[in-house]
């Protein structure tokens, strides 16, 4: 390349003046920089965040916390192949860890199709994490160096062929029972376990236009649409969960989560003149203690913090 370099470069140079050549590289330099920033933006620093908390609760061994940071973590950073990737394999050896075989299996596939073997290889992990991983990776015919192998991850592994036919099975038992609508919740968080969100979505829109007295699916209905930003639907539906039916009244937990994510809802859309009486009404009915468990539950302390910040600097 270099031998290249010398005799075929260097005479086109001479035919390019120094104030083009100047010029271009601060295009380039400046294409780069909003590359770069354009990118950066793209990435929600709250989802960064939850993969470093989950990533240092994964270390301290609290997988319980662990667990509730690295699904919302990868749930967010679907689109980012590398990041999503290394929540999985934190998930992976975390469910390894408390013997859970089928999501351990489950997570570990999910990182390999999205990573492959030489970006999990390029992954910063520490010794023990690395060592447990290549474990795995190797018991699971995923180990690294396979390169004899490479179309073994897209046949289908009998766990998740059992899988799919529990979606299968619930889906004719949903058509043959259709007044059981815990069958449907069981279809709906198995499509969400999946990250299928899509799938869970019209799982629970069939669900409440057979009952729709159904308070708690148009609750999941508009925590989907808040996790997806669209915070118009996402009010729409959480007012609809907070009117109870003649049939049937809502629960104390759902009333609270359902104002708390109005309250959030009512920040992302501007619409700050309507919220002093959703937080009267939340102070009162709960206390500080209860708002806390409530926020961490649903993985929301960041975000309610964020918001109350703002409010407060805003603040005449």
């Known amino acids: 390349m270099k031998k290249r370099a010398k005799s075929g470069l260097i005479p086109q140079q001479k035919k390019i003046s120094m104030t083009s050549l100047s010029s271009a590289i601060s295009l380039v330099g400046i294409i780069l920089l909003a590359f770069s920033a354009l990118y950066s933006q793209q990435i929600d620093p709250f989802y960064l965040k939850l993969l470093k908390d989950g990533e240092n609760s994964f270390l301290a061994q609290n997988y319980k916390e662990a667990i509730k940071e690295l699904e919302i973590a990868a749930f967010g950073l679907h689109k980012e192949k590398k990041l999503a990737g290394k929540a999985y394999i934190y998930l992976s050896l975390i469910h390894y860890y408390l013997k859970d075989k089928e999501k351990c299996e489950y997570y570990l596939k999910n990182a390999f199709e999205l990573l492959g073997e030489k970006e999990i290889d390029a992954l910063e992990l520490n010794e023990s994490t690395r060592s447990d991983l290549e474990k795995l ?131 992302h859309l501007n619409r700050r003149q309507s919220l002093d009486s959703f937080f009267d009404y939340l102070s009162e009915a709960a206390s500080q203690e209860e708002l806390k468990q409530m926020l961490k539950e649903e993985g929301l302390e960041e975000e309610w913090e964020k918001m109350r910040a703002q409010i407060t600097k805003r603040s005449p």
């Open 137 to 267: 990776l190797d018991f699971y015919k995923l180990g690294m160096n396979k390169e004899a192998e490479p179309a073994k991850p897209k046949s289908t592994p009998p766990e998740e062929k059992a899988s799919s036919t529990s979606l299968k099975e619930l889906e004719k038992r949903i058509k043959a029972e259709p007044n059981n609508v815990s069958l449907s919740y069981k279809l709906y968080e198995l499509y969400r376990q999946r990250y299928n969100l899509q799938a869970a979505k019209k799982v629970l829109q069939a669900l409440v236009k057979k009952n729709p007295n159904e308070d708690q699916a148009f609750y999941l209905l508009a925590k989907i649409d808040f996790s997806q930003k669209n915070y118009k639907a996402a009010l729409e539906g959480f007012r609809r969960a907070l009117k109870p039916s003649d049939e049937r009244q809502i629960t104390r937990e759902l009333n609270l989560k359902s104002t708390i994510f109005v309250i959030l809802c009512l920040y």
